[in-house]
């Protein structure tokens, strides 16, 4: 599979600024958890994004060449997202240093900045593949779909990362499950609107119908995870250490496949001869 | 025939470094002479020759690393039936008349195109200038055929030795002589042996024609370490 | 707009021979596998009668080319004629222009890990020559023409099979083969 | 530096065994012995050159070639724009030269095969191999008496005049069995033979002038691409293009009209054409008057014998199409018909040729500008034929060569006897691949005792071989080359030394009659020495330097030349036929048994177990087997296609794709189908081509059944290679 670099460094990179963002609004929430938690988070997040865009290099003919891709910020979304994921992490270094009592305040300012910076980092890596030559790609789908990756894997990581660590047990149920039901309904709206036009753009969609991908991603990343759910509101249970990395890795393998399934169904424009 | 004084084992009890060099240029020399009489097809001709030769491999090649090993185990095993058939192997991985299993030459593994007489041939025969040599027929047998590359491996080594014998290591011509075998070894030889020994690896039917290839392979592994 | 520099293919003209593909193979010595012109054959039932009919076709050095405009490292870029110029030596092989070209120009290219595509042979057109394609045509069927001063009656910005030209504003113009008349026994 | 290597060397090395080991190689005082590389003389000569090449390959075209050399290695080829015809331009084929000449792939050394077809390939050296050959040729000679036992195939991969020191190098040896005649073209020479005497075509590029023109079974478009722009250019100033062939080819693509005929029904047509022309005197009585011989008795039987009707119900054409069309053509001046190779390639191909003769005839189109009747011309071929012209050794006895038919080659050398054939020299040529009844010809190369082929790739043919010998390319040996086509005269230069071990088929036949007579004196008569480049200067003449208007040969190093005035065949109305006028009525035809005048002779049909007709028609990349094996070419196609009718796949449930099996009683390929309006209902397409590690050969299916004519002027009668009967079936 040929685009296994691009996979994994989309899916990484979206649940790692996700990720930031959640612990960015706990901590302004002053959600009770402890300093070395925070610390801990933002190293993960750190290395987390690092490790994607290592595995993204794989991607390069030349992966030494890559430091070039700060270069055309004026057109190329693929350089914007280069240069808005490095600002993230030099951001996160400085996120890092402020986890001391008496830095609540200009952490808060900082973390506030580098949110932005993550969001408009998940913003661009959708933008890079709204292309004209991709008509199924050339809408507000890819950029939707990669905050919804951000948005529901994000804080899983967290909570995880947190039950881990024994901190209070985060109630992610009501979140969760929004994100869910709104991943859900946008995901069939989109694969329908496709199959429902024409040429290249119905040719996508099928594609994903008939694809195994397809019902992995609708399995794993949601209809499971919401049954889960579902069920722990029923029974009042909390989504303790267990349930909630089971859902969480769930979710990840789940996004993974989706996102094979995006790469791997799309077609592009062409010469059509005999 | 006596070793000059700064080439003894010992000098005043002391192991002499300049001895290791020498020796080791020693098997160097032998390994490329073969290589290339071999590629040349000298050897063919006379398969008892051919045997007696490999064999000597095992006395003076240490198995240092798998490739050695399984190249140097082989040899031990080759048949009289597979003595008679190498020339058939041989043929079909480098001589034809069909497409060739394993080209002997450079530029048909690094030319983009895969062709014979490119740059990379070229570069080969203003190298081969530069230590005032140039192919017999030249522009008939393409420059980067392994059996020169050898051959002028072995040359190169030839003279090392001569200025090591007369001189101390580290004296200009050696060094000169050592520099520009490295030299040829990183700018050509390791470009593509290694794709065509596994390409000989892979296709050849007797165990004469994989066993060199395995230990070209293993030395060139080495020496690819040693060489700065 | 100044000047930009295109191609005129004439499919009348075009007999399919492939000697256009092959003259810039041979100028450049290209690997196989690459193709920075190739001739495609029109699907038959695209015209009234089947015939064999052929669109010649190279990079279309467009007046808003993608491939420029997504490139993260700025290996591309456009001269004051129009010619899109691809800089190997900017290029990290990242195909995202690959996939942004309409037209399956960039190629990338296995040996340098890099992308190739045609530059419509623009240090002979300094020269004043003509490109490899255009000198090596026998049926003399592909021109080079300045687009924002042409306008030869015939000439169309597609023909069945080429993608819609609103995106890049592709330089290339054609003539459409005619379809002459047809005695056959199957009708 | 020194220590970091002697102690990382630590790593391979068994110090005391390595000690002896290394010592054992001999003093330094000896100085080492040199045997691939020798010391450098002058410093490289890196300085770029042009030399002028001219492609030899069997094709209407024979174009000009510049080869751009550095450092004595081809860079690229571009055209020679001293020509006016191919105007400095290559074809897709042309272009791809280099990769022929550095090839991997490329034959290297001479090679001995231990068992014909098994693979068991032993280099050896050319002494080895000449001394081999001559044995088996002097053990010959010894057992039956003579050397007919000694055939030679050798045929159109290279019409380089001196190429036809192969022919030389066998007369040298005495008489010998030859190969004799020729597939392609034979029934249509002979038929403009019996017309006009000779065959003489207009200078292509005259094509301009005409303002009517029918391509009548011929395909420019693939098979003379710069014939196709004078075509075009023509049609641009209003000439009309009319394309009669079976198939939509590419040139038919390209037409004005276009009339799908019935195969090989060429001749009810012309017929059909001449009846209407006569019925309303749109002939040319004057010119019929003052040079035609017997136009009385040809319209006697036209009157008598023909009908529009039976000719629309032969050729499958609609009566009032055909009435347009002569109409069109005898009253548009000049019009201009240029016959093909492909439509005489029939059991009727010949007649139907003088048939379509008589059409330019009677509308007084021969000898006119923009006019006539083309088929090709040998005019520009008079060369010496020095390498070919050897005289037997003393004493030779016997009446002359044998001669085998090219045309059944396989079945005539199993059966020739007293004394058999025992040993084939194969040279410009690929029997197994593009001869039909491959089976015949398997066994045929069985048989033999003793096989020779002096080639440049493996193929089927080396495959059968004992001995193989490379050979040079254009590029590496001196040449001339005309064309029986176009008017032109090219030199080809050598540009680069010949690769590897490969040799100039002059430079072999020398080295081999040295061998032979160092083996037994006097056994061979052909020069043991002579330079390449003396020997193409001995290849002209007078008439030579007349008819192209050159003082010496060596004027052409500056250029082509192109034959002056004689632009126009026929132009002063005097025939080469015995009454030196056109014969519509030949006794010469008579005496080789056909009907003196050009009537209709029924065409073959299909049959109900072999429904289907293949016609296998040159493909745009290759020259029978030459060129489709190169990377080039294989990047663009590298796959046959059985091409079919698309209501004849529905009949046979057959999708596009699909693997098709096509098969008769001589055997039968599988390969996928492509569904394809071009090609006609009761008719199936594949091109004959060799595809490098391909089990593709439509000869597997072609039987070798003979043309009506070419005797006279071959010596043999063609193959009416598109007589070939099969039937399909999905796999």
């Known amino acids: 599979m040929g685009e296994l670099p691009l996979v994994l460094f989309t899916v990484l990179s979206q649940m790692a600024a996700g990720a930031f963002i959640t612990l960015y609004i706990l901590d302004v929430k002053g959600k009770q958890f402890s300093l070395e938690t925070g610390k801990l988070s933002t190293i993960v997040i750190f290395i987390t994004t690092v490790v994607s865009i290592l595995l993204s290099s794989f991607h390069l003919g030349h992966p030494l060449g890559a430091t070039k891709m700060f270069t055309n910020i004026g057109s190329s979304w693929l350089s914007r997202e280069a240069v808005l994921f490095a600002v993230f992490l030099i951001l996160l270094v400085g996120y890092y240093t402020q986890w001391k009592p008496d830095k609540a305040s200009t952490r808060t300012q900082l973390g506030g900045v580098t949110a932005i910076v993550a969001f408009l980092a998940i913003t661009a890596s959708g933008m890079i593949y709204v292309l004209p030559a991709r008509p199924a790609w050339n809408n507000f789908a890819p950029v939707l779909f990669f905050w919804l990756t951000a948005a529901l894997s994000g804080p899983l990581f967290i909570g995880t990362l947190f039950a881990i660590k024994g901190e209070k047990i985060l109630n992610l149920l009501l979140p969760t499950a929004i994100v869910i039901g709104i991943g859900l309904t946008s995901f069939l709206i989109y694969t329908s609107l496709l199959v429902s036009s024409t040429g290249l753009v119905q040719a996508t969609g099928i594609n994903m119908l008939n694809s195994s991908l397809f019902w992995g991603k609708l399995l794993l990343n949601w209809l499971v995870p919401l049954i889960i759910i579902l069920a722990s509101v029923l029974w009042k249970k909390k989504l303790d250490t267990k349930l909630v990395t089971v859902v969480f890795l769930m979710v990840l393998v789940g996004e993974i496949i989706g996102r094979a399934l995006f790469y791997g169904s799309i077609e592009a424009l062409k010469i059509i001869g005999s | 025939m006596t070793i000059r004084n700064n080439l003894r084992q010992t000098v005043a009890g002391v192991p002499n470094p300049k001895y290791d060099l020498f020796i080791h240029q020693q098997t160097l020399f032998k390994f490329w002479s073969f290589i290339g009489k071999y590629y040349q097809g000298e050897l063919l001709q006379n398969t008892d020759l051919l045997h007696t030769t490999l064999r000597e491999f095992t006395d003076f090649i240490k198995p240092r690393n798998p490739k050695l090993v399984e190249g140097l185990e082989l040899i031990s095993t080759i048949t009289n039936s597979e003595l008679q058939n190498v020339i058939f192997d041989y043929n079909q991985l480098f001589i034809g008349p069909d497409k060739l299993l394993a080209p002997p030459y450079e530029s048909a593994y690094c030319s983009p195109e895969g062709l014979l007489m490119q740059d990379e041939t070229l570069a080969v025969r203003s190298f081969y200038f530069k230590a005032g040599l140039e192919v017999s027929n030249k522009g008939q047998i393409p420059d980067d055929h392994l059996g020169l590359e050898a051959e002028f491996l072995a040359y190169l080594l030839w003279n090392q030795r001569i200025s090591l014998e007369e001189c101390t290591v580290g004296d200009n011509d050696a060094g000169t002589f050592q520099q520009m075998y490295s030299q040829f070894i990183n700018q050509h030889i390791i470009t593509w042996i290694f794709d065509h020994c596994n390409d000989v690896i892979k296709h050849s039917t007797t165990n004469v024609c994989r066993a060199i290839a395995l230990i070209m392979y293993g030395v060139l592994d080495l020496e690819k370490h040693c060489l700065v | 707009m100044g000047k930009q520099l295109g191609f005129l293919v004439d499919s009348e003209r075009c007999i399919g021979c492939h000697s256009c593909e092959m003259a810039c193979k041979n100028y450049y010595q290209l690997h196989p596998s690459l193709r920075r012109r190739k001739v495609h054959p029109i699907q038959e039932n695209d015209y009234s009668m089947p015939e064999r009919n052929y669109m010649s076709l190279a990079c279309n050095h467009c007046v808003e080319p993608e491939c420029m405009r997504v490139c993260p490292v700025g290996a591309y870029s456009k001269r004051d004629d129009g010619i899109v110029m691809h800089d190997p030596s900017r290029c990290i092989g990242c195909k995202m222009c690959i996939m942004a070209c309409p037209y399956q120009v960039p190629q990338f290219d296995p040996e340098v890990k890099k992308v190739d595509k045609c530059k419509m042979c623009a240090q002979l057109i300094d020269k004043g020559e003509k490109p490899a394609c255009v000198a090596g045509c026998p049926m003399e069927a592909i021109q080079i023409i300045d687009i924002t001063s042409f306008n030869k009656y015939g000439a169309v910005k597609l023909l069945p099979g080429f993608p819609n030209p609103s995106i890049t504003k592709p330089s290339v113009r054609f003539i459409k083969p005619t379809i002459g008349k047809q005695i056959r026994r199957d009708k | ?731």
């Open chain 4, 1 to 731: 530096m020194d220590k970091k290597i002697s102690f990382n060397r630590r790593t391979f090395l068994k110090g005391a065994a390595a000690a002896s080991a290394g010592l054992a190689i001999g003093s330094s005082t000896s100085s080492f012995n040199l045997t691939g590389l020798k010391p450098a003389d002058a410093a490289g000569d890196n300085k770029a050159q042009v030399f002028r090449n001219a492609c030899p390959r069997n094709c209407y075209d024979t174009c000009a070639i510049l080869s751009h050399v550095e450092d004595g290695v081809i860079k690229r080829v571009s055209g020679d724009p001293g020509s006016t015809y191919t105007r400095g331009i290559l074809c897709a084929k042309g272009f791809s030269y280099t990769r022929r000449v550095y090839s991997p792939d490329r034959i290297k050394y001479p090679m001995r095969q231990k068992g014909r077809g098994s693979g068991n390939w032993q280099r050896i050296s050319w002494n080895e191999a000449y001394t081999e050959i001559a044995e088996n040729i002097l053990k010959i000679k010894k057992e039956y008496g003579s050397t007919l036992p000694i055939c030679l195939d050798k045929y159109s991969g290279n019409f380089d005049i001196m190429h036809y020191g192969i022919e030389g190098m066998m007369s040298s040896l005495g008489y010998t069995s030859r190969a004799t005649g020729t597939p392609c073209w034979p029934a249509g020479i002979d038929a403009q033979t019996f017309d006009m005497g000779t065959i003489i075509s207009n200078d292509p590029e005259d094509l301009v002038n005409s303002k009517y023109l029918i391509l009548w079974g011929v395909n420019p478009a693939w098979t003379s691409v710069h014939s196709m722009y004078f075509v075009k250019e023509a049609q641009e100033k209003g000439c009309k293009v009319v394309v009669i062939d079976p198939v939509l080819t590419q040139t038919a693509s390209k037409a004005d009209l276009y009339l799908q005929i019935k195969p090989s029904t060429d001749g009810a047509l012309a017929l059909g054409m001449a009846r209407y022309i006569l019925d309303n005197e749109l002939y040319d009585g004057n010119w019929l008057h003052n040079n035609a011989k017997g136009y009385e008795e040809f319209f006697g039987y036209v009157k008598n014998n023909i009908t529009l009707e039976w000719a629309a119900d032969k050729t499958g054409l609609p009566k009032a199409v055909i009435e347009q069309l002569a109409r069109e053509y005898a009253t548009t001046k000049p019009a201009n018909i240029w016959i093909g190779y492909g439509m005489q390639r029939h059991t009727n191909g010949g007649t139907n040729v003088r048939a379509i003769d008589a059409l330019a005839a009677i509308t007084g189109n021969i000898g006119k500008s923009g006019g006539g009747a083309q088929y090709a011309h040998l005019q520009t071929w008079g060369f010496n034929y020095h390498a070919m012209m050897q005289n037997p050794p003393e004493g030779t006895e016997g009446g002359g060569d044998r001669a085998i038919n090219m045309n059944n080659f396989a079945a005539e050398v199993l059966a020739a006897e007293d004394p058999p054939i025992k040993m084939l020299w194969l040279a410009c040529r690929n029997p197994m691949a593009q001869d039909p009844e491959t089976s015949v010809m398997r066994k045929a190369f069985e048989a033999m005792d003793f096989v020779v082929t002096v080639d440049q790739f493996m193929n089927a043919t080396v495959e059968m071989s004992d001995i193989v010998l490379p050979t040079t390319t254009l590029f590496e040996a001196p040449g001339v080359n005309v064309s029986y086509w176009h008017w032109w005269l090219y030199l080809n230069e050598q540009a680069i030394k010949p690769m590897h071990e490969a040799k100039n088929d002059i430079t072999i036949a020398m080295e081999l009659s040295a061998k032979l007579n160092e083996l037994k004196p006097g056994s061979c008569t052909f020069p043991t020495s002579g330079d390449l480049e003396e020997w193409v200067g001995k290849e002209f003449n007078d008439g030579i330097y007349q008819m192209f208007g050159i003082n010496h040969w060596t004027d052409l190093k500056k250029g082509p030349a192109k034959a002056k005035n004689s632009q126009v065949a026929w132009k002063g109305g005097k025939f080469q036929t015995p009454s030196d006028k056109y014969e519509f009525y030949s006794e010469e035809a008579e005496k080789f048994g056909h009907h003196p005048l050009p009537i209709y002779v029924e065409e073959l049909k299909t049959t109900d177990k072999y429904p289907l007709r293949c016609i296998s028609p040159h493909w745009k990349l290759n020259i029978h087997s030459q060129f489709q094996n190169l990377d080039w070419m294989e990047s663009i196609n590298n796959e046959p296609r059985l091409e079919i009718h698309p209501s004849v796949a529905k009949e046979y449930g057959i999708k596009d794709g699909d693997s098709v099996k096509m098969f008769n009683d001589l055997g039968y390929i599988i390969l996928p189908a492509k569904i394809t309006g071009t090609v006609p209902i009761d008719t199936v397409v594949t091109y004959e081509a060799w595809y490098k590690s391909k089990d593709f050969n439509v000869n597997y299916t072609v039987k070798a059944i003979p043309a009506d004519m070419g005797k006279k002027a071959t010596g043999m009668p063609g193959i009416a290679f598109h007589d070939n009967f099969v039937n399909i079936e999905k796999v």
